[in-house]
C-alpha cells in the first residue's frame, strides 16, 4: 500500500496581508543586485560580440585581399 503526500505552503487563502506570510521568493531585497548583473552582463555580451565580429570581419577582408576563399 502506498501512501500519498500532499506538499502544502500553508496557506488556506490568498485572502490575507500577505506581508505577514514572509517572502514568496528566494533573495528578496536583492532585487537591484539582480538587476545591475543581468545589465553588466548583457553589456558585457554585446560589447564581446562586437569585439569578435569585428575581428572575424578583419580577418575575412584580408583573406580576400589576399585571394584566398574560405
Do not use: C
Request: aromatic residues 12%; charged residues 20%.
Amino acid at each position: 500500500m502506498s501512501s500519498i503526500f500532499a506538499v502544502s505552503t500553508g496557506i488556506e487563502t490568498w485572502n490575507q496581508d500577505l506581508l505577514g506570510i514572509g517572502p514568496m521568493y528566494p533573495f528578496p531585497g536583492y532585487e537591484w543586485l539582480l538587476v545591475v548583473i543581468g545589465l553588466v552582463t548583457w553589456i558585457g555580451w554585446h560589447v564581446w560580440q562586437a569585439m569578435n565580429e569585428s575581428s572575424e570581419l578583419k580577418d575575412e577582408q584580408e583573406r580576400a585581399k589576399r585571394g584566398e576563399h574560405s
